[in-house]
């Protein structure tokens, strides 16, 4: 991944619409509805890796009574999104920054009724699958997170990925549904990545998957053993400067950083 040069002002940006940033997401684990101000049975929705949060802003701008909570590790990368949240005034998309080796501090079992997947870094090396975020011990995790019926929506460029996705999902026994080599030859409601637009215009084929928890079904370990698991996985923390390579992004001005209306959890901003 070349380098991305550093954004500026970082810190104000992210100040500036702090109301879409969850401060201490460990604090709303159990309580996110609530927090929220959500009906008890209200859709909520997690992405692992937003980057810069284009799918996540079109998703909650196309369904306003679904909340969605983006996640991502770099924060050059979310300011982006949390920006194009605020300037959309998108009042059911939140922002966590953070690594997703942490996701089992910050979602309660059963919390969490669809997550996606897009576009996550191949980790190509052998010794480097433990990172991939379709590895066994994360979808582990995912299930402990996830609802009765709650599915995981995967997609990326990346066959060899998407091979071994296939693999990792059977092997934890999700049910594999809407599986396609090509997803825009396909007629299946899509919002594009960034990464997604690139590789499109590079002509290059989508794979994409729904894996679906099985009723009952429990995660192969303890909570200690599977935090213990994604600890060991988490990669070196990467630079800020490291994490893409966009071009950088004008500060948001001063029309954008209006406080979020009727939004934020208590305490949060
Ligand atoms: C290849 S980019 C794709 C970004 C975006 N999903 C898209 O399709 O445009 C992968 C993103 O996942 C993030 N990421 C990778 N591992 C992560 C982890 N363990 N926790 C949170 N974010 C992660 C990276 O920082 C990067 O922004």
Same mark, same amino acid.
């Given at each position: 991944m070349s380098r991305m040069r550093k954004k500026k002002n970082l810190i104000p940006r992210m100040e500036r619409c702090a109301a879409w940033l969850i401060q201490n997401p460990a604090e709303l684990r159990g309580v996110w509805r609530e927090k929220l101000s959500l009906a008890p049975d209200a859709p909520?929705?997690?992405?692992?890796?937003?980057?810069?949060?284009?799918?996540a802003c079109g998703m909650a701008a196309a369904f306003p009574d679904v909340t969605f909570i983006a996640m991502e590790r770099v924060n050059d990368a979310l300011?982006?999104?949390?920006?194009?949240?605020?300037?959309?005034?998108?009042?059911?998309?939140f922002f966590v920054s953070d690594d997703a080796a942490n996701l089992l501090d910050f979602f309660a079992p059963g919390e969490v009724d669809r997550i996606?997947?897009?576009?996550?870094?191949?980790?190509?090396?052998?010794?480097?699958a433990k990172r991939r975020l379709t590895n066994e011990r994360f979808l582990e995790?995912?299930?402990?997170?996830?609802?009765?019926?709650?599915?995981? *929506?995967?997609?990326?460029?990346?066959?060899?990925?998407f091979a071994y996705s296939l693999n990792t999902f059977a092997a934890t026994?999700?049910?594999?549904?809407?599986?396609?080599?090509?997803? *825009?030859?396909?007629?299946?409601f899509n919002v594009r990545t960034e990464y997604e637009e690139k590789?499109?215009?590079?002509?290059?084929?989508?794979?994409?998957?729904?894996?679906?928890?099985?009723?009952?079904m429990v995660p192969a370990?303890?909570?200690a053993e599977m935090k213990l698991a994604l600890a060991l996985m988490r990669p070196p923390k990467q630079s800020d400067s490291q994490a893409d390579e966009g071009e950088e992004e004008p500060a948001e001005?001063?029309?954008?950083a209006e406080a979020r209306p009727n939004s934020a959890p208590e305490g949060n901003a």
């Open positions: 909520l929705y997690l992405e692992i890796g937003c980057g810069k949060g284009g799918f300011v982006v999104g949390m920006e194009r949240a605020a300037r959309e005034n998108l009042k059911n998309l996606y997947i897009n576009f996550p870094d191949p980790w190509p090396p052998k010794k480097q995790a995912y299930k402990y997170i996830l609802s009765e019926e709650g599915e995981i *929506h995967f997609k990326t460029d990346n066959k060899n990925l026994d999700f049910k594999l549904s809407n599986i396609t080599f090509d997803l *825009h030859a396909d007629d299946i590789f499109a215009s590079q002509g290059l084929p989508i794979y994409r998957l729904e894996a679906k928890k099985r009723p009952g370990l303890s909570v001005d001063s029309a954008n």
